[in-house]
């Protein structure tokens, strides 16, 4: 049987569309989910929305829509960019679903049974935005997104308010220096940057319990046992990755797949990840993910995108606009990922043209057309690493053309390693580059052996080149 592996995108909050942003997370994981198939793995790739919390029922209210009503529409907006931009998904949960419900109220019965949650009042900042809390010092007063000058605002430049009420408390102090040592781990948040954030907050700073629930709105996943609290909307969102595999129930797809190979977030949601998540999971007894990554933003014209600026781009439009394996190409090839990237219509053009048009398209109608019209479609049989000369004539490597050895011995191995490699290694940009270069050798391999000259002069050796070509 084969191996499992499985990967998951956040979970969008669709209180809007989805945006660039989103369709750059799901195509990364959607690439990383592919190569694990073709590499023999069995894949699951989860991906949904996250419809409860303030800020949901604050947005339908101000659309006068019933909130489930809305949250379904909007819903669908990003199943529809999903299935627009082929992202081979495996499930899309949405935390609305009574699978889901029954699966939040497990994992917060066992944190429950641990001793880990306890009834108090919060007092505190609170971003409906972020639908976050933050402690006093990580707030500061200016003019943010979204707020006027005096207005205090959270590390992201969204505006807090001061909330008070009645809340179950998650004793997440209790985990500090389980998180600490859990995030010094080699492999488990990645890249380096996000790391040293976490660990920068998590041994700079006096842990507090997290407040888990809220009483002040009902849109959300009732507590059990507590009438009037709801689920803080992010112990609810993150039990999505154990409703994508079947959890609550323990056997079948759960107990194959869990724990995650691969949590692939925006660098903005680390902290709830990287610290929150592992301090729930490890309170309810269940294993831990493997890794996590934080990819950055995707700017435009190397601006953040917002609503208030105006520069909020629909992917659909872009992938109607320029197709949508010349989008996912180009996010791919252009963003060296795990770091902060910037797009624009100009740059897709300019990218798209120079490789996948003027060097893919022309090497490829080259290859194609010769052996169509010359071969009848019909080639020697020839597999990766090896050069159809050699198999036509019977040649030693050093009575072999240079050019075909080049491609034996250099083009082929270092694509055949290298591209691997780099898609284990989520370096998405380094394997299209060195796909690129093959691309590039294989166009000057038809430039120097002319093979539509050949076709007179030597059948035999252009049924040889194009053989090497089309492998």
């Not at 999971?281 to 995707?298: E, M, Q, R, T, V």
């Not at 989520?426 to 270069?437: H, Q």
Request: aromatic share 12%; charged share 25%.
């Amino acid at each position: 049987m084969a191996d499992p592996f499985y990967i998951t995108t956040a979970i969008a909050y669709p209180n809007g569309k989805p945006h660039i942003g989103h369709a750059y997370e799901a195509i990364a994981a959607d690439a990383i989910a592919r190569f694990q198939r073709l590499s023999g793995k069995d894949v699951r790739l989860v991906t949904g929305t996250d419809e409860h919390g303030l800020k949901m029922a604050q947005t339908a209210r101000g659309a006068g829509r019933d909130t489930l009503e809305f949250a379904t529409e909007m819903s669908n907006h990003f199943r529809s960019m999903c299935d627009t931009l082929n992202i081979s998904y495996d499930a899309f949960r949405r935390t609305t679903e009574d699978q889901h419900k029954a699966a939040s109220v497990a994992l917060w019965k066992a944190m429950r049974d641990a001793d880990d949650l306890y009834l108090d009042r919060y007092e505190g900042w609170y971003s409906v935005r972020d639908e976050a809390f933050y402690d006093e010092g990580e707030t500061t007063v200016g003019a943010g997104e979204g707020g006027g000058e005096g207005q205090r605002l959270s590390p992201q430049g969204t505006p807090v308010e001061w909330t008070v009420e009645e809340s179950w408390f998650f004793r997440l102090s209790k985990y500090r220096d389980f998180l600490i040592e859990l995030n010094e781990t080699p492999g488990f948040l990645e890249p380096e940057s996000r790391r040293n954030e976490v660990l920068g907050f998590l041994k700079g700073n006096e842990l507090r319990d997290l407040s888990v629930s809220r009483t002040s709105f009902d849109w959300g996943v009732p507590v059990p046992d507590s009438p009037g609290h709801v689920m803080y909307v992010w112990v609810d969102a993150l039990c999505t990755y154990l409703t994508g595999i079947g959890f609550p129930e323990r056997e079948g797809e759960f107990d194959r797949f869990w724990p995650a190979d691969l949590h692939l977030i925006g660098k903005d949601i680390v902290r709830f990840h990287a610290v929150y998540w592992p301090a729930f999971l490890k309170s309810a007894n269940l294993p831990l993910p493997k890794k996590i990554f934080g990819h950055g933003f995707l700017l435009h014209r190397g601006e953040k995108m917002s609503k208030s600026l105006g520069n909020v781009v629909d992917p659909l439009e872009l992938a109607e606009r320029f197709g949508v394996d010349a989008l996912r190409y180009f996010l791919l090839r252009e963003v060296s990922f795990g770091q902060d990237g910037s797009y624009s219509a100009e740059a897709i053009v300019t990218r798209c043209n120079a490789e996948l048009a003027n060097s893919f398209g022309n090497l490829a109608q080259r290859t194609l057309s010769l052996i169509f019209k010359n071969l009848d479609g019909e080639l020697p049989e020839i597999t990766p690493g090896t050069v159809a000369g050699s198999q036509i004539q019977g040649q030693a490597d050093a009575t072999l053309p240079i050019d075909d050895l080049r491609l034996r011995n250099t083009v082929w191995p270092n694509a055949a390693t290298q591209m691997p490699y780099h898609f284990e290694s989520l370096n998405f940009s380094g394997a299209l580059d060195d796909w690129m270069l093959a691309v590039f050798a294989c166009n000057q391999y038809v430039d120097a052996q002319a093979p539509w000259a050949l076709k007179k002069t030597d059948p035999e050796r252009m049924k040889a080149v194009l053989a090497n070509l089309f492998i």
